[in-house]
């Protein structure tokens, strides 16, 4: 099972929110300033937090900043490259509107196995952006990155 198989299997929403938002160019934010942002209680953002301490994901010290760590951007690329690629399925293949494609593809994405994953950039001959505009990140694990696409 790869890094993200394992991941999405014993990742939490809230973790998964967490790290996309400290990816969104939040990074370095304290736990009571992220708490009032995502409006989640600061016990549970803490927990949220300490689990991705222990997986490597996230350095954090009580009173200072949260941080993504590099395994932790790299996670978060591969998130988000599942979403987007998952959003021009949907557009292209289900002709749903760019706003519900992508709002679909929020709520299923990490369903997708990897391979299925890349399998749909391949399709699409690996688009650098989605329908909505945004550009798709390539990770390491993206196997479209290793074979130079």
């Known amino acids: 099972m790869d890094k ?8 939490a929403e809230l973790d998964y929110k967490v790290i996309k938002f400290l990816f969104r160019g939040n990074n370095l934010i304290k736990i009571g300033v992220l708490s009032d942002k ?13 689990r ?17 760590t590099s395994e932790g951007e790299e996670l978060a690329k591969e998130i ?8 021009i399925f949907f557009y292209r293949e289900l002709r749903l509107s760019k706003e519900k ?11 997708f196995s990897c391979e299925t994953i890349n399998k749909i950039c391949e399709k699409y001959g690996h688009p650098k952006k989605c329908p909505c505009g945004e550009t798709i990140l390539n990770s390491r ?9």
């Open 38 to 50: 995502m409006e989640v209680p600061h016990s549970t953002l803490g927990s949220c937090i300490g």
């Open 80 to 87: 988000l490259r599942h979403k987007h690629l998952i959003e």
């Open 52 to 68: 991705l301490k222990k997986k490597g994901l996230v350095k954090y010290e009580p009173y200072y900043e949260v941080e993504l």
């Open 101 to 111: 494609a992508h709002k679909e593809s929020e709520k299923i994405n990490l369903l």
């Open 4 to 11: 993200i198989e394992n991941f999405k299997t014993n990742m």
């Open 141 to 149: 694990l993206c196997y479209c990155k290793q074979s130079n696409y």
